[in-house]
């Protein structure tokens, strides 16, 4: 549970006549068209305390307000329907109480399910009942306060969780080494909150390639998760090749771009190894995307709006036996909030969803997000040593490459991961390691 802004939860019950004292029963129904009030402290004589949650059945049984009076929340509130709370019931024949996974269909909660009543136990946990078939189930109240979905507000441009950056970070390159994230769970925590909240990170140190079928980096992204294998097969070589299926194996520079855009889904993480970089140029470029759609949608909302609606196509083939395609916009932006953009030049293939009206100001758009994104003020440009890798998350951080010559040797395993298992394994230490002394977030404010 979260640690803070949470209801005071061992303060006495509040006592209603007829109750049992160590426990609250709101059986009144009052009309959804009144607002709810808040509660003034002398509703909370005769013993009880004032932070005590105080539940207030309304609208016929079809909501429950709880009003929080935490003392820190003083006066705010939170809705919930009675389909949703019974939805959510946290009994054991609601939801498998081992592997939290609900057993239950919407099918099996009656469509004109009502609130009978709602009572707050010792265990700070509110008891319902159900009508029409009686159906008696509990939640607890700090999982009701995280999980409040009443007046959060409109969606901010990006998730919380992100941290934007421009040519600034160069100074400071995110990364650990191989050693430190495989021994110290402290480190890897750290590693993996890097690439979760600013898209990239740095890991130097990796084990010397020992025969020509070891790939180092696969052994880093055991540390963050699973490799995901496509038709470029586990990993890929990069380096200059005559005759190149794709330009990314020739020594030409690269604007920076997202890779497989024309996957559906795209691969989330992406991961560049270096075994050798003896080449005149060739250093390695990312750039936060996110931080380009801020400046976009700041200068010219119209754009963003374009970019963000409209759908552009993206194609690969290679040979006769593969040819990727997909249709979706440059800026995605589910519920409002931007969650991941495909911007690659060489994959952008014919633009026809697209209405005839608004293309001259689509490609307006499209140019002048490509202008932000290929500003030097937004680029990190850094030299990628043999036995580092850098991870970007391939849904936000373009990557690219200045050119490089044909002398010396410039020689890069590549491989895909993705986003969930890296998620799943940062949940996983953080719960194991939360309560020895290593904090979630030292150094990501
Ligand atoms: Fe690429």
Known sequence: MGQIDEPNLMRPMISLPGLNHNSAQIDRMTPMTQKPRALSSNEFS????????????????????????????????????????????QDPDTRDPGNGQKLITLQNIPADTAIRSATLNPQSQIEFVFSPDNKHTHIDLNWLK????????????????????????????????????????KCLIQW???????????????????HVNHYPILEAIKLLGYVRE???????????????????????????????????????LQILGCLQNEADGGDSI???????????????????????TFHARFDYQQSNDIHLHTSKPMICTPQGQVTGIRFNNRSCHTLRDIPFAKMEDYYRAYRR????????????????????????????????????SSTGTRW??????????????????????????????????
Request: charged share 20%; aromatic share 8%.
């Open 46 to 89: 005769n013993g009880t305390s004032a932070d005590t949650p105080k539940l207030e059945i309304q609208n016929s049984g079809n909501v429950l307000t709880i009003h929080w009076n935490d003392g820190r929340n003083d006066g705010t509130h939170s809705r919930y329907h009675a389909i949703w709370l019974r939805d959510n019931g």
């Open 146 to 185: 995280a999980n409040r979905y009443d007046d959060v507000g409109d969606p901010t441009l990006l998730s919380e969780n992100i941290i934007t950056w421009g040519r600034e970070l160069a100074g400071d390159l995110p990364r650990t080494t191989f050693q430190q994230a495989t021994e110290d769970p």
């Open 192 to 210: 993996l909150e890097h690439i979760d909240r600013r898209g990239f990170a740095v890991m130097s140190g990796l084990p010397s390639q020992s």
């Open 230 to 268: 496509t038709n470029y097969g586990q990993v890929f070589e990069v380096r200059t090749e005559t005759n190149p299926v794709n330009l990314a194996y020739t020594g030409q520079g690269l604007q920076v771009h997202t890779d497989n855009p024309y996957r559906d889904p795209v691969p989330t």
């Open 286 to 308: 990312v750039v936060d995307s996110f931080r380009a759609v801020e400046i976009l949608r700041k200068e010219s909302p119209d754009y963003f709006e374009l970019l963000s």
């Open 369 to 404: 997000f490509g202008q932000i994104l290929e500003d030097p003020q937004l680029a990190v440009t850094f030299k990628l040593n043999p036995n580092e890798l850098f991870v970007v998350d391939n849904t936000r951080v373009l990557h690219g490459r200045t050119a490089y």
């Open 412 to 445: 890069l395993h590549g491989a895909y991961a993705d986003k969930d298992s890296l998620k799943s394994r940062l949940s996983v230490l953080r719960q194991q390691y939360s309560d020895s002394g290593i904090t979630a977030h030292p150094n990501n404010a």
